[in-house]
């Protein structure tokens, strides 16, 4: 078999330290090894597979499109096209908006800020993403990132017109106190001053993720709806990235649908689990206001690739799949039990300072040094040797565990059965007594 790690240039990898298994195949929430060993994927991959492995669904339809039409532009029509857009609007609630498709998460980003900037007559307006955020690797997204990443490239995104503000982080709140409440409602005012600091003339939109993330911070429920009334008083545009929170990650279609109408976004972005990484696809989602801005004018965007026939035929399968199959309450019902779960492993590890999310198959650990302090065992986003160690001894008895920084990331496949999660939480259970005992 030809192994990859002379020849390919791996991405987030230091080159020399690069040494992957290779995979050859899968099943459900398992991946399938070379060396025959079967891995439990409790991260999704990157939070992507939402439907596991596989899926017979998404094979089906990518063969079955194949067959008829591999590629045309969108200069062209193309049947998948047409109905995934329909399904989303329809799904969304944004009835008479319309669907951009994009090649993934980072690029429907940067195309939804330059639709928003379009839309609302500020070509260069002003942007306000959040602090410890992640939008995407391209050179707009890392801008929009807060993330300490893009300073090591050398990206200024005052430059291109970005704005960050604190996070709404309720266990180590930016704004003082230990009061998720209190800190869910300054991080929202805290946009609303930014906008009436820059000129509400000046600000084109504010991009925020509703809940799931890399950045392992899952704001509090009062956040989201007071972030929309603030944008929406001032007339700002507000783009829901939902690349990683949708598709039932978060126990909805889309995260923000748990706020109902006092949390609908503008725009909102999408990717990931919208073809269930079967291929790749992203989308920007637009309102019916929005949408009617734009509709007699030029859009100057969109890449060859947009809208590829077999990415949205699979977007259609993965769609019908979360539905007949149920997947969106099961992933509900699912991350209530293992947040109890790992509310338990709470009570029995110190080390384990605060345990979050549950709202669907994402829970966040954050492990401390001290429970009392909340003081790190490492800095932002450094991971505690320890906790690598944990990981590959993980990996090594048969279950892969995503982490960042002081955080473990649950993150499963939707499609994860009850025991495998089981599975996965007492091998946690085991490993952190082994590597934390102290």
Not at 17 to 28: E, L, N, Q, S
Not at 123 to 148: C, F, K, N, V
Not at 389 to 404: E, N
């Amino acid at each position: 078999m030809i192994a990859e790690r002379d020849s390919v240039l791996h991405s987030w990898s230091v080159q020399a330290d690069w040494d992957a298994p290779t995979v050859v195949g899968g099943r459900g929430a398992r991946l399938r090894l070379a060396d025959g060993r079967e891995i439990l994927d409790m991260s999704s991959l990157a939070e992507c597979s939402n439907l596991g492995h596989q899926h017979p669904r998404l094979i089906e339809a990518i063969r079955s499109q194949a067959e008829r039409l591999c590629f045309v532009t969108n200069a062209w029509g193309a049947t998948p096209r047409a109905e995934l857009a329909q399904a989303l609007l329809e799904r969304s609630g944004f009835e008479g908006g319309r669907v951009f498709f994009t090649l993934g998460g980072a690029d429907a980003n940067e195309h939804a800020v330059r639709i928003a900037r379009q839309a609302a007559r500020k070509p260069g307006g002003a942007i306000i993403a959040r602090e410890r955020s992640y939008h995407g690797a391209t050179q707009l997204a890392m801008a929009l990132s807060g993330d300490s990443r893009a300073h090591s490239l050398g990206i200024d995104p005052r430059a291109l017109g970005v704005h960050h503000v604190p996070p709404p982080y309720g266990y180590r709140c930016p704004f003082g106190g230990r009061d998720e409440v209190q800190c869910g409602d300054r991080a929202a005012a805290a946009v609303a001053d930014r906008i009436d600091d820059l000129g509400v003339d000046k600000v084109a939109a504010v991009i925020m993720e509703p809940d799931a993330g890399t950045n392992g911070i899952v704001a509090p429920d009062n956040y989201w709806p007071a972030l929309r009334k603030h944008t929406a008083d001032r007339g700002v545009w507000l783009i829901a990235d939902e690349v990683m929170s949708a598709f039932g990650r978060c126990g909805e279609w889309f995260a923000w649908q748990r706020h109902g109408e006092a949390g609908r976004p503008d725009l909102m972005t999408l990717a990931k689990g919208l073809t269930g990484a079967a291929l790749p696809l992203g989308a920007v989602v637009l309102s019916a206001e929005v949408a009617a801005t734009l509709e007699h004018e030029m859009l100057y965007s969109g890449l060859t690739y947009c809208g590829h026939p077999l990415a949205c035929a699979a977007g259609v399968a993965a769609l019908r799949a979360y539905e007949e199959e149920g997947l969106i309450a099961r992933s509900r019902a699912l991350g209530a039990q293992l947040l109890v779960q790992l509310q338990q492993l709470q009570s029995r590890h110190r080390v384990i300072g605060d345990v979050r999310g549950g709202h669907g198959l994402f829970a966040v650990i954050e492990l401390v040094a001290d429970r009392d302090s909340r003081a790190p065992l490492a800095p932002w986003p450094q991971t505690p040797p320890a906790l690598k160690s944990l990981v590959d001894t993980a990996m090594a008895q048969g279950v892969s565990f995503a982490t960042r920084g002081n955080l473990i990331v649950l993150a499963p496949p939707l499609v994860v059965s009850e025991a495998e999660l089981a599975d996965a939480v007492s091998l946690l259970d085991r490993l952190l007594a082994q590597f934390f005992a102290k």
